[in-house]
């Protein structure tokens, strides 16, 4: 398939999706609207984490895999986004100073969206450990 991207001609029209709150039997109806509403692109993943990495280190990757095919399928380029804004309970509960501290010395709770420190060591390792392993395995496959 070739890029639609590079062609200058064409206006790219897409929006989020966000397949893991939905049951895979409800996929192939949402990318059909996709098509009738005229979308080229559908952005996925930035806050997946928890359901890619369900505890450390314990990838689960094939349901993302089988969404950007059936996107691929119907035409829709996906563009996949980290899942930095919105670090998983298990990592604030393995450590609980990855999260933010606002100007009055008061710690962000878990939950809400971006409520990492940007400075954690430990949040740039779970980050690097967790974008290597989607670039591992969804790095080549059609989009």
Known sequence: MSNPFLSGSRLHLGASYYPEHWP????YEDIRLMQ???MTVARLGEFAWSSL???AGEFRLDWLE???SQLASAG???VLGTPTAGPPA???EQYPDILAIDEYGRRAQHGNRCHYCVNSPEFHAAVQRHVQALGSSLGQIPT
Not at 24 to 27: K, L, T, V, Y
């Open 24 to 27: 895979e039997e409800r996929w």
């Open 66 to 68: 089988r969404v950007i």
């Open 53 to 55: 990495e369900p505890s």
């Open 90 to 92: 298990w990592l604030v």
């Open 76 to 78: 829709i380029v996906s």
């Open 36 to 38: 009738e509403a005229g």
